[in-house]
């Protein structure tokens, strides 16, 4: 129901943008999360936006670089990413929780598959 797109190999100082599209049910009343794994490591938050994208949160370490967005119109969250770093490189899967507003303690409801950005120095 969430597919994450748009990962690919950066060198460091690029940009990628992700896509999460959802179907089989409407999204727009959920926060929605990108979340990231790097080899060898645990999951980690990056980003999130609550149900009419006008609130946001971002990890410290991409804050300033990466801006997470939604159009509720096409179903559809987003996550620019600008200044790529090595360290970003990692599975982004893109994630919905029911409640609306964002919370970073709570484990969302719903999950996609990971896009892997790859990022080379």
């Known amino acids: 129901q969430l597919q994450a797109s748009g990962g690919g190999l950066v060198q460091a100082g690029g940009s990628l943008r992700l896509s999460c599209a959802a179907s089989?049910?409407?999204?727009?009343?959920?926060?929605m999360y990108w979340f990231r794994q790097a080899p060898g490591k645990g999951r980690e938050f990056v980003a999130a936006?609550?149900?009419?994208?006008?609130?946001?949160d971002y990890h410290d370490s991409v804050k300033g670089r990466f801006t997470i967005s939604r159009d509720n119109t096409k179903n559809t969250m987003y996550l620019q990413m600008n200044s790529l770093k090595p360290e970003d490189t990692a599975a982004y899967s893109c994630?919905?929780?029911?409640?609306?507003?964002?919370?970073?303690?709570?484990?969302?409801?719903?999950w996609g598959q990971g896009t892997l950005v790859t990022v080379s120095s």
């Open positions: 994630a919905a929780s029911v409640a609306t507003q964002i919370v970073r303690a709570r484990t969302p409801n719903y």
């Open positions: 936006i609550n149900w009419n994208g006008r609130i946001t």
């Open positions: 089989g049910r409407t999204f727009n009343t959920y926060s």
